[in-house]
T-cell receptor, first 111, second 113 residues
């Protein structure tokens, strides 16, 4: 079945440094979503990408969908302590009914 | 806007005891509803989803069951809990703004001893 992987599993950065997490799928995706889960909280939807090569920005966050629609990335510029949490990607392939979540990347930001 | 209520928020249960987690949704009608489990420090595993009253699909074989007695009510149950059932259980529904967006409740943290 479809598998979604994310790297790195953990990332520790100094406040102000950039951060990137990568998401890779075993199958071609029709859509990909990104969620953020704060420590002790629940996942919150950030964005959905649909088109090959699509790039979307939300303030300091940049999301990219690969040309082959099998990978995606989330880049945070100049991290802040409010960025702390686990970032999940979730992919929907052409045959699936539901999104499959990656294992997440846990981001720690040191002040 | 939609709201998801989950309860209880925290639960400690002995092995072999029953379980009932409840989820209700407000601000939307006929949503798709989902139960996810998150083991400590891990990703989200889809357990059940429902597209309507009485319609339940199971994603993985397990010790749990789900029911949807009303349009905006989703219940997760077990007759006898196992240690491996411990985790963070999240109810979710489809969002109103973006097709496919999942809107999560605040979760129920279950510890089985």
């Amino acid at each position: 079945g479809q598998q979604v992987m994310q790297i790195p599993q953990y990332q520790h950065v100094q406040e102000g440094e950039d951060f990137t997490t990568y998401c890779n799928s075993s199958t071609t995706l029709s859509n990909i979503q990104w969620y953020k889960q704060r420590p002790g909280g629940h996942p919150v939807f950030l964005i959905q990408l649909v088109k090959s090569g699509e790039v979307k920005k939300q303030k300091r966050l940049t999301f990219q969908f690969g040309e082959a629609k099998k990978n995606s990335s989330l880049h945070i510029t100049a991290t802040q302590t409010t960025d702390v949490g686990t970032y999940f990607c979730a992919g929907l392939d052409n045959y699936g009914q539901n999104f499959v979540f990656g294992p997440g990347t846990r981001l720690s930001v040191l002040p | 806007s939609q709201t998801i209520h989950q309860w209880p928020a925290t639960l400690v249960q002995p092995v072999g005891s029953p379980l009932s987690l409840e989820c209700t949704v407000e601000g939307t009608s006929n949503p798709n509803l989902y139960w996810y489990r998150q083991a400590a420090g891990r990703g989200l595993q889809l357990l059940f989803y429902s597209v309507g009253i009485g319609q339940i699909s199971s994603e993985v074989p397990q010790n749990l069951s789900a029911s949807r007695p009303q349009d905006r009510q989703f219940i997760l149950s077990s007759k006898k809990l196992l240690l491996s059932d411990s985790g963070f259980y999240l109810c979710a529904c489809t969002g109103l703004i973006i097709a496919g967006e999942l809107f999560f409740g605040e979760g129920s943290r279950l510890t089985v001893l």
